[in-house]
């Protein structure tokens, strides 16, 4: 049987790539146990992995939930949901690459990345209201957060696709590029981020997912009270710059 999530690493870079372009990438019971696997064991390896990237096989990124399989009992209430947000929760910064159709469930997927790399094929759309279902994986708290209330309520309430280039405009995505580059572009920003001091971005990445939603003065207190300190090879790194 074929693997529905590859894993690959390199440089202490891992990269996760759902494969089932057969059909769009749309994410049934077994993929999502696949990516639940992987997630933990990049969550467990710590530091020794630095960045993550998610990708996707084919001609698009994902057709959304598999709509097939509804009905088919989950092996635990909530189970998409708890491993989108296990996914978004990583402590090494997760970067996702998105060409072609990211729909709906294929949203609420990459809208756990830290940093978002659109190919200009990308179309991204929150197709709920089509379907008539209500979201449960995060849509009405992340993407809010990503393009601002009034955006996300245009996006959801029409499900009209925004495209690769309106969505670096918008905050969507951080950057929009050539779909030959999406791999180039994604893998030259975890290289960036594996170079850094993993001590540092670490500690970035939990003090911005716990202060998303403080006001500036109790922020800037737990910044202060909840500081990783200065990392062991601090000296080290400095010694390297003279």
Excluded at 78 to 85: D, F, K
Excluded at 87 to 104: D, E, H, S
Aim: aromatic fraction near 6%.
């Amino acid at each position: 049987m074929n693997q529905l999530v590859l894993r690959e690493d390199a440089d202490g870079i891992a990269t996760l790539t759902l494969n089932r372009p057969d059909k769009r990438n749309a994410l049934n019971l077994a993929l999502w146990g696949e990516l639940d696997a992987h997630v933990e064991a990049i969550a467990a390896a710590g530091e020794r992995i630095g960045a993550v990237i998610l990708r996707a096989a084919g001609p698009a990124f994902s057709a959304g939930n598999d709509l097939k399989e509804r009905g088919l009992e989950a092996p635990r209430p909530h189970y998409q949901a708890s491993i989108v947000t296990k996914l978004a929760n990583l402590p090494q910064p997760l970067i996702v690459a998105v060409q072609g159709g990211c729909f709906t469930g294929g949203l609420e997927l990459a809208l756990a990345g830290d940093i978002i790399v659109a190919g200009e094929s990308a179309r991204f759309a929150d197709t709920h209201g089509k379907f008539g279902l209500v979201p449960i994986w995060g849509m009405s708290q992340r993407l809010p957060r990503r393009v601002g209330e009034w955006k996300a309520r245009e996006i959801s309430f029409t499900g009209l696709p925004v495209d690769g280039r309106e969505a670096a405009r918008i905050g969507l995505a951080n950057h929009c590029v050539a779909d030959t580059g999406l791999d180039e572009a994604a893998w030259g920003l975890a290289e960036a981020i594996a170079a850094q001091s993993r001590h540092s971005v670490f500690a970035y990445k939990r003090l911005y997912r716990e202060q998303a939603d403080l006001p500036l003065g109790p922020g800037l207190a737990h910044e202060v009270f909840n500081s990783a300190g200065v990392a062991p090879d601090f000296a080290e790194r400095v010694a390297k710059q003279f």
